[in-house]
């Protein structure tokens, strides 16, 4: 069956016909039929080279072998116990060498359920209700944290969900990115504020990149308030480089999140940070947290394989920063919008000056993004369908893929 008449029946089957919001490409998605390394084959036979890559964990690329071989391995020994297993310790005991920050973790399932729980945690660990996020920030789609948030809540314009109850939200507090006096003030009237989580670098409107000594600014003005900092690294863990934006910016969090990379592209989340704050998880302590497939044996086994070789390879990361410097560099001979990219996440916006915030974000012109969009999928090259989703490259791009990205970047913004 074609994508368009797959599509026409999986609107009768499933909510907008997909299994995630932005997913629903206009006027239908293309389905993928396989992926190997940097590239999908879709059911109706088209190749692309991909700068989605599951909107980020397949930082090596897809059905990476070393990856592969890990999961297949673990598929003969059975992919569910329900009682601990060594491989559990491996990916901790990785997770926590890298990231001075996290002294111990708890697997989940998702960097939903990561963020929800260290939230949670937060709130038992300092007695107080409310949290306060970025406007645009991205953390997941649990009623906490839908409130002004990024990705594609924002593609669709529906960044405050029904069906939040209005006293929950009432302890979500927003402020701006890159405004740390916003952060100040907020703190200053509040006296009941448990947590300010933020993604490091704005990644589901972006990159927005921090401006310099922001996120010291932060660390400093939470920790002046006695309130805990939860870095969202859902998206920068191990993407950033090993020890993601923690050890790239040299920002110590209470709190680290995780999700993404570290499965190696099953479904995996984490959280982590402060021994005497961990210990108040269940059972260790009264914090409840608890699930089916955490910690499940497939996932595991990946993600102790991607990060293995991404400490075996270190020279993957100045690799991809190589890549994505070429790229803006064939983006800036437009002269049209402005590039952003830190390592492998790069960005168009359609936007004269990099954007700083969720406001400036806005400020872009959607319609000529998606015009790019469009014109970069004919050339055979598939980016995130919005304007507030990062790209990412991976591993398995080669040179000749780099160069194809570059051309078309060139070709479909100049026209
Ligand atoms: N936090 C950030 C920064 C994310 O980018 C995402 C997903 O894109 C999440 C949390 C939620 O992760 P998941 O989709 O695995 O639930």
Redesign the pocket.
């Known amino acids: 069956m074609k994508s368009s008449d797959l599509f026409a029946r999986a609107q009768t089957l499933m909510p907008g016909g997909v299994s995630s919001p932005v997913r629903a490409i206009k006027p239908y998605p293309f389905y993928v039929e396989r992926a190997a390394g940097s590239h999908l084959t879709t059911v109706d036979g088209t190749d692309l080279i991909d700068c989605c890559l599951g909107?980020g964990p397949l930082i090596l690329g897809h059905a990476h072998p070393a990856v592969r071989e890990a999961i297949e391995r673990q598929l003969e020994k059975g992919w569910l116990y329900g009682t601990p297993t060594p491989l559990e310790l491996d990916l901790a005991g990785v997770i926590t060498g890298d990231h001075p920050a996290v002294e111990m973790v708890r697997f989940v399932s998702?960097?939903?359920?990561a963020?929800m729980a260290a939230i949670r945690l937060a709130r038992g660990y300092t007695g107080k209700q409310d949290i306060i996020k970025i406007e645009g920030g991205?953390?997941?789609?649990h009623d906490a944290v839908l409130v002004k948030a990024g990705?594609g809540a924002t593609t669709l314009g529906v960044p405050d969900s029904a069906g939040v109850p209005a006293s929950l939200v009432a302890h979500t507090r927003q402020v701006p990115y890159n405004d740390p006096e916003a952060l100040e003030t907020l703190l200053a009237e509040d006296d009941d504020v448990a947590a300010f989580i933020l993604?490091p670098v704005m990644?589901?409107v972006g990159p927005v990149l921090p401006d310099d000594g922001y996120l010291a600014d932060v660390r400093e003005i939470t920790a002046a308030y006695d309130v805990l900092l939860i870095l969202?690294e859902?998206?920068t863990g191990y993407r950033a480089g090993i020890g993601g934006a923690e050890v790239l910016y040299g920002v110590k969090p209470d709190l680290a999140?995780f999700?993404?990379i570290i499965g190696g592209g099953l479904p995996i989340?984490a959280f982590g940070g402060r021994r005497d704050i961990m210990e108040l998880v269940a059972p260790a302590g009264p914090v409840y947290q608890a699930g089916t497939f955490s910690g499940n044996p497939a996932s595991l086994a990946a993600g102790y394989a991607a990060l293995r070789h991404l400490h075996e390879h270190p020279e993957i990361y100045r690799r991809l920063d190589e890549a994505t410097r070429a790229i803006g560099e064939a983006a800036a001979d437009a002269g049209k919008g402005t590039f952003v990219r830190i390592g492998s996440l790069f960005k168009h916006f359609f936007r004269s000056e990099p954007p700083r915030d969720y406001r400036e974000v806005k400020e872009c012109d959607t319609e000529a993004f998606s015009r790019f969009w469009k014109a970069m999928l004919e050339t055979g090259i598939f980016l995130p369908p919005s304007q507030f989703e990062t790209n990412f490259l991976s591993a398995a791009h080669t040179t000749q893929d780099i160069e194809q990205i570059a051309d078309a970047y060139r070709s479909c913004l100049f026209a």
């Open positions: 909107y998702s960097g939903s359920e963020t991205f953390h997941g789609a990705s993604e990644g589901n969202d859902v998206i999140t999700g993404k989340g």
